[in-house]
């Protein structure tokens, strides 16, 4: 879906192009509609911006006036020159499913998040943003952040990230058609998923203590977009009676799992079945 500002809204409905778009819109084959409805978002996107206001005087209103679904597509000198503190001051209108930048922009987006994040004295203060940031911190270098400062929201930040970055997602998909370079932003969602389930679920060695972290059933059902990441391990001290409470989740889980994941599961099996036989 596509936001308008009324400003904009009147600019492009008096547009004689936008009109003869939607009219061949309407006739056009379905395998060419994506891409084509992108090429003419991204289009209007770069001409609005232009209309607005000029790079150098940019700040987070003019993207409220085009829409997470238009800013998403705003040239990189745009987007290079928006102030950090105005990033921040519109956090949540970054974060949102709407937001799905263009692959021009990732390299400057991750530098605006991660100065953002370097500009926060404190953990606390780090924490909080974050929080805040939800989903939209895949775009930023997950390597920067403390495992421990995103441990205790976990849960919400896979869920986001699975509902609002993972371009399996259908919403996403139809967000970022075209959009360019999926394989990369698979990328960061798969490598902020790893430091993620990482806080809670270190991998172990002979030089460190192992975790104390166990793996319940609720905690299956609070990571399960990501199960194939923790350690297969804590599968195997899952306890009986924790498995036993987990058998439907984990028997209709819809995500790949390693082989030596599906090994511990299938010795948990046998032993949960010899306890019910």
Same mark, same amino acid.
């Given at each position: 879906?596509?936001?308008?500002?009324?400003?904009?809204?009147?600019?492009?409905?008096?547009?004689? =192009?936008?009109?003869?778009?939607?009219?061949? &819109?309407?006739?056009?084959?379905?395998? =060419?509609?994506?891409?084509?409805?992108?090429?003419? #978002?991204?289009?209007?996107?770069?001409?609005?911006?232009? +209309?607005?206001?000029?790079?150098?005087?940019?700040?987070?209103?003019?993207?409220?006036?085009?829409?997470? @679904?238009?800013?998403?597509?705003?040239?990189?000198?745009?987007? %290079?020159?928006?102030?950090?503190?105005?990033?921040?001051?519109?956090? $949540?209108?970054?974060?949102?499913?709407?937001?799905?930048? &263009?692959?021009?922009?990732?390299?400057?987006? =991750?530098?605006?998040? &991660?100065?953002?994040?370097?500009?926060?004295?404190?953990?606390?203060?780090?924490?909080?943003?974050?929080?805040?940031?939800?989903?939209?911190?895949?775009?930023?270098?997950?390597?920067?952040? $403390?495992?421990?400062?995103?441990?205790?929201?976990?849960?919400?930040?896979?869920? %986001?990230?699975?509902?609002?970055?993972?371009?399996? %997602? /259908?919403?996403?998909?139809? @967000? #970022?058609?075209?959009?360019?370079?999926?394989?990369?932003?698979?990328?960061?969602?798969?490598? *902020? %998923? +790893? !430091?993620?389930?990482?806080? *809670?679920?270190?991998?172990?060695?002979? #030089? #460190?203590?192992?975790?104390?972290?166990?793996?319940? @059933? $609720?905690?299956?059902?609070?990571?399960?977009?990501?199960?194939?990441?923790?350690?297969?391990?804590?599968?195997?001290?899952?306890?009986?009676?924790?498995?036993?409470?987990?058998?439907?989740?984990?028997?209709?889980? $819809?995500?790949?799992?390693?082989?030596?994941?599906? /090994?511990?599961?299938?010795?948990?099996?046998? +032993?949960?079945? +010899?306890? !019910?036989?």
């Amino acid at each position: 879906m596509l936001y308008f500002n009324e400003s904009v809204y009147s600019w492009l409905k008096n547009t004689q =192009k936008f009109s003869t778009i939607i009219e061949k &819109n309407s006739k056009m084959d379905s395998s =060419k509609c994506c891409s084509f409805l992108y090429r003419s #978002r991204a289009l209007y996107a770069s001409e609005a911006i232009k +209309k607005l206001v000029a790079a150098a005087s940019i700040t987070s209103n003019h993207l409220n006036s085009l829409g997470p @679904c238009f800013a998403s597509l705003i040239p990189e000198e745009y987007l %290079n020159n928006l102030e950090t503190s105005e990033i921040e001051s519109q956090i $949540d209108y970054f974060n949102t499913q709407s937001f799905q930048p &263009n692959a021009s922009i990732f390299s400057t987006l =991750k530098t605006k998040l &991660n100065g953002l994040y370097d500009s926060k004295a404190t953990d606390t203060d780090k924490t909080s943003l974050l929080s805040q940031m939800g989903s939209l911190a895949v775009f930023m270098d997950e390597s920067k952040v $403390d495992q421990s400062l995103v441990k205790n929201s976990v849960s919400s930040m896979l869920s %986001n990230i699975k509902s609002e970055r993972n371009v399996e %997602n /259908e919403d996403v998909a139809k @967000c #970022r058609v075209g959009s360019g370079n999926d394989d990369q932003v698979k990328t960061f969602v798969a490598n *902020w %998923n +790893k !430091r993620l389930v990482g806080s *809670w679920f270190p991998l172990t060695s002979s #030089r #460190r203590k192992r975790s104390t972290t166990a793996l319940t @059933c $609720d905690i299956v059902n609070q990571i399960i977009s990501a199960i194939d990441l923790v350690p297969e391990s804590y599968f195997a001290s899952m306890t009986t009676a924790e498995f036993e409470k987990c058998v439907e989740t984990l028997g209709n889980i $819809d995500y790949s799992l390693t082989a030596k994941q599906y /090994e511990e599961l299938a010795k948990k099996k046998n +032993k949960y079945g +010899k306890r !019910r036989y």
